[in-house]
Nanobody
Framework: QVQLVESGGGSVQSGGSLRLSCAVS????????IGWFRQVTGSRREGVAA???????KYVPYTEGRFTVSRDNATNTAYLQMNNLRPADTAMYYC?????????????????WGQGTQVTVSS
């Protein structure tokens, strides 16, 4: 059973940076597509960035140039580096792993989810 554990969230001021980690167990990070999603209470979960098994990265427009998704096969961990954070980036962030994914920023494509890590950006 694949398990994902996120860490690295916290509170930062506008313009600051955070690096989120997603530790994978029960599977190999390089054999899954890994997606990062976020959710604000009362709103639907939305895609942020993702990396597929070939290493192709995809970002939603409001994160491109600020966020970078990556993975480290040696530590079996995926990362989301977030720079120039804005108050609008405040949310619970989740990582997800999936197989046979066609649309890597779509919530319904993923089979395995972590519990989330909170990111709060103050102005």
């Amino acid at each position: 059973q694949v398990q994902l554990v996120e860490s690295g969230g916290g509170s930062v001021q506008s313009g600051g940076s955070l690096r989120l980690s997603c530790a994978v167990s029960g599977g190999t990070v390089g054999t899954y597509s890994i997606g990062w999603f976020r959710q604000v209470t009362g709103s639907r979960r939305e895609g942020v960035a993702a990396i597929d098994i070939q290493g192709t990265r995809k970002y939603v427009p409001y994160t491109e140039g600020r966020f970078t998704v990556s993975r480290d096969n040696a530590t079996n961990t995926a990362y989301l580096q977030m720079n120039n954070l804005r108050p609008a980036d405040t949310a619970m962030y989740y990582c997800a792993a999936g197989l046979n994914i066609r649309w890597i920023l779509r919530v319904y494509e993923y089979q395995h989810w972590g519990q989330g890590t909170q990111v709060t950006v103050s102005s």
